[in-house]
């Protein structure tokens, strides 16, 4: 915001006063460097709060959701590593100012200070990400290396969604037999409809098989055997065999 001044009015005699002078905001106009500092800041805002938005819609979606041991994760050393991160932002202000007020070698001390606060965080996460590597959590066509043996989670899970798979279908052939029933009532009609009696026999005979392997999964998830777990996870969800892969679904592991 500029704002124009004169000097001096017009003098006597005609002669104009000095031309006006501008006087802008102290914060006007931003520099180059601090405005794109600033788009830089607020794209890592937007990209981070998609990723934080994400995370609460899956995990409030989520059945069961594991355990930090689950996915390798050590929070003592996540926490030591956020308190890094916070230290170096700090000594980089002290940086700042002491570049402020020409303190050059205090100004130095807190760069050095900031470079190496940097290392020790890329040290930690090098730490983290090979044990995440170790574990083969990483991505890997098809779905990357991580599939692990299911625990008593995954069969809880299973069990509830067996048992919700049960009722409808025990509700299914309810109905279908009371159908057949109705038809077959009247001579006639069932005469009329044999064919009908028959597909709809089928469709009761499809559904009874489809309740006979839920009722097994069920058996299998009501185990606590971790083996019986991995079958089961394999049969659910199998995973194809890799040359040189160390997971094939659980199975090849005792």
């Given at each position: 915001?500029?704002?124009a001044t004169t000097g001096h009015d017009i003098h006597a005699g005609g002669h104009h006063g000095h031309p006006p002078k501008l006087q802008y905001h102290p914060g006007l106009p931003i520099p180059n460097g601090k405005l794109f500092m600033w788009l830089f800041l607020s794209t890592e805002i937007m990209f981070f709060a998609a990723l934080i938005g994400v995370f609460i819609v899956?995990?409030?979606?989520?059945?069961?959701?594991?355990?930090?041991?689950?996915?390798?994760?050590?929070e003592p050393i996540g926490a030591f590593n956020t308190f890094v991160l916070i230290c170096s932002s700090v000594s980089v202000v002290l940086a700042l100012?002491?570049?402020?007020?020409?303190q050059a070698q205090q100004a130095k001390m807190w760069i050095v200070t900031t470079l190496l606060l940097g290392g020790v965080f890329l040290g930690v996460k090098m730490y983290?990400?090979?044990?995440?590597?170790?574990?083969?959590?990483?991505?890997?066509?098809?779905?990357s290396r991580i599939y692990e043996k299911p625990d008593l989670h995954f069969g809880s899970a299973v069990r509830g969604r067996a048992t919700a798979l049960l009722t409808g279908f025990t509700t299914q052939v309810s109905d279908i037999q009371a159908e057949i029933?109705?038809?077959?009532?009247d001579a006639e009609a069932a005469t009329n409809r044999a064919d009908d009696i028959t597909a709809l026999e089928e469709r009761a005979n499809e559904i009874s098989a489809n309740m006979a392997i839920v009722k097994r999964l069920q058996d299998e998830s009501a185990a606590t055997d971790e083996r019986k777990l991995a079958f089961l996870a394999a049969e659910i969800m199998p995973m194809p065999l890799s040359e040189g892969s160390a997971h094939a679904g659980g199975l090849n592991e005792e």
């Open positions: 915001m500029a704002i899956i995990r409030f979606g989520a059945t069961v959701w594991p355990a930090p041991h689950q996915v390798h994760l050590s100012e002491a570049a402020k007020i020409n983290e990400y090979n044990a995440k590597f170790a574990h083969g959590i990483y991505p890997e066509y098809p779905r029933t109705e038809i077959k009532s």
